[in-house]
């Protein structure tokens, strides 16, 4: 089946540490996206990328790294820059046809102490 | 800098009614895209229904259509025969042009109550 896996579900880090989130579509989509969750903030755009080697900053990005070295993958590192880094993070990723169809990963909680 | 707003953070209906979610945006741009997007207690996000902002006529997806006045910078989501399956949070969410970038509203939480 054709979709967008985030692994692991939960994943738990010391303060201090930097942690990789894994994102991964068989959609063959172009574009990829990670946002960050909090409770009553809805969902803020972390980075984006359009098409392979190339990524944008979205609205949030500081303490934040990505690459996409492949179509298929789009990791998220959360820096120790990252000042409040505990949250539920979402993958998604689009084809360019069809505008705004972005199709969502399951996510990862985040927790760090 | 365009803005999505939902003023109703919760809500709850009775199975089987018709419920109406509120969502009003902030534009100067002329095209553009708006959604509604639901996200169940499993956390999967899933586009629900989409409006071009060029096409008059109201968007339906089965028991889901919408209320589009774009002098009024108004979306709403209407939900007919409502279902406990329907209870999400759910986002509306503004694209400007062909920009990938989407915004989100703070959300919507639906009971449905058998």
């Known amino acids: 089946d054709g979709g967008i896996t985030q692994s692991p579900k939960y994943l738990f880090r010391k303060e201090g540490q930097n942690v990789t989130l894994s994102c991964e579509q068989n959609l063959n989509h172009d574009a990829m996206y990670w946002y960050r969750q909090d409770p009553g903030q809805g969902l803020r755009l972390i980075y984006y990328s359009q098409i392979v080697n190339d990524f944008q900053k979205g609205d949030i990005a500081e303490g934040y790294s990505v690459s996409r070295e492949k179509k298929e993958s789009f990791p998220l590192t959360v820096t120790s820059a990252q000042k409040n880094p505990t949250a539920f993070y979402l993958c998604?990723?689009?084809?360019?046809?069809?505008?705004?169809?972005?199709?969502f990963g399951p996510g990862t909680r985040l927790t760090v102490t | 800098a365009q803005t999505v707003t939902q003023s109703q953070p919760e809500m709850s209906v009775q199975e089987a009614e018709t419920v109406t979610l509120s969502c009003t945006y902030d534009t100067s741009e002329n095209n553009y895209y708006l959604f509604w997007y639901k996200q169940p207690p499993s956390r999967q996000m899933i586009l629900v229904i989409r409006?071009?902002?060029?096409?008059?006529q109201n968007a339906t997806e089965n028991r889901f259509s919408v209320n589009f006045q774009k002098a009024a910078k108004s979306f709403s989501l209407k939900i007919s025969d409502s279902q406990l399956g329907d209870t999400a949070m759910y986002f509306c969410a503004f694209m400007k042009g062909r920009d990938d970038k989407i915004i989100f509203g703070k959300g919507t939480r639906l009971h449905i109550l058998p």
């Open positions: 409006q071009e902002a060029y096409k008059q």
């Open positions: 998604a990723s689009s084809i360019s046809r069809k505008v705004g169809e972005q199709y």
